[in-house]
């Protein structure tokens, strides 16, 4: 196995104003810290301009250059109206080839199912594309009552153990497909 460290990067799925994912994303991105990941890229769709045509131009190569880099990608969603944004859609189907056998993780936020309705869908969008979801997910149910006024989750140990549990899935399935995509590429 190759013992480089993982490249892992992390989708901060919402763009809308007044938004709580950069704070989620904050979290997490400690817990992943505190896991080992060092080599962290954190995409931020708000951020992209991402042509919702898909022909291409704005953000795009960008955007396809980072999902390609990563070893491991975790995306950090909400979950609106039963679904995910339409700017994760946008962004999973700017990157077609890019996702292909890549270990995939879930950090979800939302009110009573803490966004684990937007996860379920993703899961089907990401079989299509021959991705590895991890089992483990992260939700964060009512999520505007989890962050105090720092940023800091108020009752951290079951989100952090639910993390703790997707980051070592993660770390395993990065470093077996970084390896298997290294040995022979993935074609479908």
Known sequence: MNPEP????VVIASV???????????????RADAAGFRDVDIIDLAG???????AGGGDSELFTKRIDSADAVVLV?????????????????????????MPIGFVSYGGVSGGLRAV???RSVFAELHTVTMQ??????YVWDQFDDTGDL???????????????????WGHILRDARTAAPYNG
């Open 48 to 54: 992209l301009n991402l042509p919702d045509d898909l």
């Open 77 to 101: 969603t909400p979950e609106y109206n039963r679904g995910y944004p339409g700017a994760l859609k946008t962004a999973i189907d700017t990157a077609l080839p890019e996702w292909r056998a």
């Open 6 to 9: 993982l490249r892992l990067a």
């Open 136 to 141: 483990a997910t992260v939700g964060l149910p």
């Open 154 to 172: 108020r009752e951290p140990s079951r989100a952090n153990s639910a993390a703790t549990t997707l980051l070592r899935q993660l770390t395993w």
């Open 120 to 122: 379920e869908q993703l």
């Open 16 to 30: 809308r104003k007044d938004r709580v994912g950069p704070s989620v994303g904050r979290w997490f991105l400690g």
